[in-house]
C-alpha cells in the first residue's frame, strides 16, 4: 500500500508554454502533499506545502505564481509550471502523507520537465 | 544555508562489507530523523528512521545511529549487497509527523563493488 504516482514521467515544453504535473496517491487518501525539485546532483529542495481544499504554502524563493499547485481532493495535487523557460528544467517530485500521525511521506517517481 | 549536510557525495564499498553514510545537521529544532534511498529517475523511498529520544534503530540489514549532542547521525548497512548501490538522503523533520515538510541533505552516492 502507499504508492504515489506521477505524471507525466518526463515531458519536454518549449520556453514560455506551461507545464501541468499530476500527482496522485493511488490507495490512501494524501491530507497533505509536497512538491520537491531537484537539480542534478544536488538535493531535494521542498517547493511548497498543499493541503486539501486549501492554498498551498510555499518556501522562501519560490514563486507562487510562477508554480501553481492545487490539491482539489485528498487524491490528487497538481504542479503548473507557468511560463516555462529553460532554467525550469529540473526533475520535479511529489509526496504525500497519510495523515498528521503517520510518521512516513510516500513518494512518488518524480517528473523529468526540459524546457528548450 | 544547508541544515541537514552530507559531507561525502560518494561512496565506494567492498560487497560484504560494512556501508557507513554519514549525516551532519545544525537545526537543534529538529527531533526526527530519516533515511531514503533513491535511484536515477525515481522518487526516494524510505529506508528508516528514528527519534531523537533514541540513539540507535535497527531494521535487519540497516542500522541509524543518533548523536544528538554532536547533531550526528550515521546509517550503517551490513553487510553491503550490489542492490544497494543508489544516492542516499538523510532527511529530518522538527517532530516527526508525516505532514510535516522534510529538511534533506545533499545525499551520498553509494557503489558497491562487486
Known amino acids: 500500500g502507499a504508492v504515489v504516482s506521477q505524471h507525466p514521467s518526463r515531458v519536454i515544453c518549449k520556453s514560455g508554454t506551461s507545464v501541468k504535473i499530476e500527482c496522485r496517491s493511488l490507495?490512501?487518501?494524501?491530507?497533505?502533499m509536497f512538491w520537491y525539485r531537484q537539480f542534478p546532483k544536488q538535493s531535494l529542495m521542498l517547493m511548497a506545502t498543499?493541503?486539501?481544499?486549501?492554498?498551498?504554502?510555499?518556501e522562501q524563493g519560490v514563486e507562487k505564481d510562477k508554480f501553481l499547485i492545487n490539491h482539489a481532493s485528498l487524491t490528487l495535487s497538481t504542479l503548473t509550471v507557468t511560463s516555462a523557460h529553460p532554467e525550469d528544467s529540473s526533475f520535479y517530485i511529489c509526496s504525500a502523507a497519510k495523515d498528521s500521525f503517520s510518521y512516513e511521506q510516500y513518494f512518488g517517481p518524480g517528473t523529468r520537465l526540459t524546457v528548450t | 544555508d544547508q541544515q541537514v549536510k552530507q559531507n561525502s557525495p560518494s561512496l565506494s564499498v567492498q560487497e560484504g562489507r560494512i556501508s557507513i553514510l554519514n549525516c551532519d545537521y545544525t537545526?537543534?529544532?529538529?527531533?526526527?530523523f530519516l533515511w531514503y534511498k533513491k535511484y536515477p529517475a525515481e522518487g526516494p523511498t524510505f529506508l528508516i528512521s528514528i527519534s531523537s529520544i533514541k540513539d540507535k534503530n535497527e531494521d535487519g540489514r540497516f542500522t541509524v545511529f543518533l548523536n544528538k549532542s554532536a547533531k550526528h547521525l550515521s546509517l550503517h548497512i551490513v553487510p553491503s549487497q550490489p542492490g544497494d548501490s543508489a544516492v542516499y538522503f538523510c532527511?529530518?523533520?522538527?517532530?516527526?509527523?508525516?505532514?510535516?515538510?522534510?529538511?534533506f541533505g545533499t545525499g551520498t552516492r553509494l557503489t558497491i563493488i562487486p
Open positions: 532527511a529530518a523533520s522538527a517532530q516527526g509527523f508525516g505532514n510535516e515538510k522534510l529538511t
Open positions: 498543499s493541503n486539501e481544499g486549501s492554498k498551498a504554502t510555499y
Open positions: 490507495d490512501f487518501q494524501a491530507t497533505t
Open positions: 537545526n537543534s529544532m529538529f527531533d526526527y
